[in-house]
């Protein structure tokens, strides 16, 4: 019997072709709800998914009595159930490597846009305010030569810091469980504990994944450790930081400006403050997000869960225990 896949993410004409030689697809195309019923129905028939941007609870799983493996077209797992999914065999597997350098180019581009205040000058050029020279009113801060405090020091945090240490020059400090000493050597970074890397740095730039240990990591016992020249970057997760904190310390100018790429709730909640606030910079979640990665990213998955689904080991397992 072939097995058959539910695709519910972003795949080219040719990755499902490619799927379809080997497996039933039941494609859905970008479907982002699992209370749809069309999503149940395929979820019950299948041995694997493919996709991302839905979330899978142990309620889903029960409806879900074939399922092998979970293919997602991400790097970040924290919408899967991984002990449960241990727990019931099904190997999960993610994307990691194919977005690191992407992920980074997102994370430098806050940087810079925060510093150089792109996005508010950008609107004031569109604007028609732009009648006579600008002046300090206008100026930003340097981003070479300073201190960039990174949060978590995995492959995209340290894809960061190269860009920071060795094309701007800057002092790179970072805080993460244990010391990395050939990032030591290759970027002169220093470890620092949390509290310290917040007092120290200029830019605090924050790359964990989100788990029970780093959600709200970032509070506001946090902000009010950091410079009020500060300018603090989410690449990672918005729960990582605590949002209502977060607004608070840009509104007392406790730091200068935020750069954000993840919110607590996305698409980002439409009363938030922070799109609306001038130092603020916020995209919708565009970390990967360029034609080249994300077609690579679903490459990474469609090669996962093709071999996973023929009894091989996948490329990228998450839980690789769980056979
Ligand atoms: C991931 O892969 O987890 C990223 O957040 C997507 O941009």
Known sequence: MRKRILAYGRLNTHQLDALKRDFDVIDLARCADSSDPTFRAALAQAHGLIGSSVAITPELLDNAPH?????SISVGYDNYPVEELTRRGILLCNTPDVLTETTADT????????????????????????????????????VHGKTLGMIGFGRIGAAVARRGALGFD?????????????????????HRQLDDLLAESDFVC?????????????GGREFAKMKSSAIFINIARGKVVDEGALIAALEKGEI??????????????????LPHMDNVVALPHIGSA???????MAQRAVDNITLALKGKSPISPVNPDAR
């Open 67 to 71: 399922l092998e493996v979970i293919a």
């Open 107 to 142: 994370g430098f581009t806050l940087i810079m846009a925060t510093a150089r205040r792109v996005v508010e000058l950008a609107n004031y050029v569109k604007r028609g305010d732009w009648d006579t020279s600008i002046g300090p009113a206008q100026f930003g801060s340097d």
């Open 170 to 190: 800057m002092n790179v400090r970072y805080a993460c469980a244990s010391p990395k000493p050939a990032l030591e050597k290759e970027l002169g970074a220093e």
């Open 206 to 218: 924050v790359t964990v994944p989100l788990t029970k240990e780093t959600h709200h990591l970032i």
């Open 256 to 273: 200068h400006a935020a750069g954000l790429d993840v919110f607590a709730q996305e698409p980002l909640d439409p009363t938030s403050p």
């Open 290 to 296: 360029t034609h080249e990665t994300r077609t690579a």
